[in-house]
């Protein structure tokens, strides 16, 4: 079997605490020995600093990091000013998304955005920069909510990928079917590149709940009913969640998923549970 990588996910804090804690469960989770720390990128480019500032600290620590770079609502002006700045600081991983447009901007609406896809962003960073950075693009095992079709949306994936994207990472699921699906599915489109599949853990049903609504994830019934059982009671949800979701890394790692790229939420405790369960 190939090699399997193993990656994290933080968001930037919005306090000085909040960056101290961080502090302390990067430092946790880095005993896992991870191949790399994503930071993530608000709507509109609103955490740039605080992304920034959040890589800076992991690579201070001694770790790889890789911050998300969003285009939608950028313009070339301000990312080209980006890419310039984590070239300077010696960054050399990105995930390049599409990204949401900031709030007030209402209805999505490209009039005022001078790119409008994801590949678009890949096709500019690598004529602004070459081969420096390695870009992970995303991708939907289950369809992104703003997509016209399945298979449109699989052959938008492999536009980015053939943009020049180095590999993707999913937006987190509960069906190891669909994943396998839109692997083989974008195999059949020319792509080659690994897909890594990402994990949320459970912990919190409701934020759960809020999360998937938002970013069209599906519970599967059986999982939704079994937490909804559970009410406030807030071990059996983690215990429950934990075994779930160690069941579908298993089968996803047996079935030649290339690495899991797990979404934290900035707490150390679920994932390293998970991660010590599939003894990585």
Known sequence: MAQQDFSIEFFPPKTPEGAEKLRVTCAKLAELHPKYFSVTFG????????TLDTVLDIRKAGHDAAPHLS?????????????????????????ALRGDLPSGYGAMDFSSSEFRYANELVEFIRAETGDWFHIEVAAYPE???QAKSPQDDVQRFASKVKAGANGAITQYFYNADAYFRFVDEAQKLGVTVPVVAGIMPITNYSQLMRFSDMCGTEIPRWIRLKLASYGDDTESIRAFGLDVVTQLCERLLAGGAPGLHFY?????????????????
């Open 264 to 280: 934290t939420l900035n707490q150390p405790v679920a994932t390293t549970a998970i991660w010590q369960r599939l003894k990585l």
């Open 43 to 50: 709507a509109g480019g609103s955490t740039q600093k605080g």
């Open 143 to 145: 369809m992104h909510p």
């Open 71 to 95: 285009c939608l609502g950028s313009s070339r002006e301000a990312l080209r000013a980006i890419l310039a700045q984590y070239k300077a600081n010696g960054i050399k991983r990105l995930v």
